[in-house]
């Protein structure tokens, strides 16, 4: 028997895999007939002789292969002996991390011979039941506010949600994760580009400014990702100067924001860089503009760029 687990999302395909590994070893005490092969570092007939020796114990014999779409003689040997694995008592399970070519020949006869298991990356609704469930193996919760930041710092990427979740909890024990939580403990990976983003706009820099930008498209950072960090940049700003307008001294404005100490101190003197009403405007521009994405009339792309022009 053939199993193919494959998808986006390699870190719900992983916990799959680890699933099938866990009941073949509680049901074959020995252990001995679990066989790792990975396509980059052997070849195909490694395979094959784990399949022509016999096993002492009578166990069935689980052979994982990983990487099989990154080599592609072994691709060609696999498909020549694909009808000896699929009707073997033994399983295979052909295992991989990055998303597969769904246009090679391989996949799709893996497609239709193999017990096939695709991880598509997860949506909204997805990801916070999932976040749900993944806090109550530590007994912690989240309001709704701090899981909203947190999906924004993170994105759907399940390995690093994992272990800003696993900090979270261990920060607040058994108590509720609020907003400032994870302000203070989850970076977001582009923040500090945001924020020289933000800096160079300040400086008049728009060129440097919209750089910085493009080399996260270029990394295939999505827009509306960028634009939302952009927005929470520029909230933060908005927040500690109508505070500094009010004449209030830095210590009240640390406890009033509502923001980490940490948060306050980065945006105190950015935030004297514009006005009140720059800000104010800005931040309507910026909405504006997220909703011309979302709604089609305007390329994400473009949408920056006319953003940053416009600052």
Known sequence: M???????????AKEKLDEIILHYKEVHKSGL????????????K?????????SMFAEKKLIILKNVFADKKFQEDFLESIKILKDAKDVVVVFEKEAPDKRSKLFKVLNKEAKCQ???????????????NELEKYGAKIDAM????????VGNNLWRMQNEIKKLADF?????????????????KIENDIFLTIDALASKNKKQALELLHKHLENGDNCLYLLSMVAYQFRNLLIIKDLIEKKLPYSEISKKSGLHPFVVKKTYY?????????LKKIYRKIFQVDSDVKT????????LDLLVSEI
């Not at 007939?33 to 195909?44: G, R, S, W």
């Not at 701090?146 to 710092?153: M, V, Y």
């Open 2 to 12: 053939i199993i193919f687990l494959h998808g986006e999302d390699s870190f719900r």
């Open 296 to 303: 089609g009339k305007i390329d994400s792309e473009l949408a």
């Open 146 to 153: 701090a899981e909203d930041l947190l999906l924004t710092f």
């Open 33 to 44: 007939n679990l066989v790792y092969i990975d396509a980059n570092k052997q070849e195909f």
């Open 270 to 278: 950015i935030s004297n860089q514009f006005s009140l009403f720059q």
């Open 118 to 132: 695709e991880f598509c990356l997860l949506d909204a609704r997805g990801q916070k039941i999932w976040i749900k």
């Open 172 to 188: 607040r024990g058994r108590g509720l994760i609020k907003k400032e939580d994870v302000e203070l403990l989850v970076k977001p």
């Open 46 to 54: 490694d395979v094959l002789d784990n399949f022509k020796i016999v």
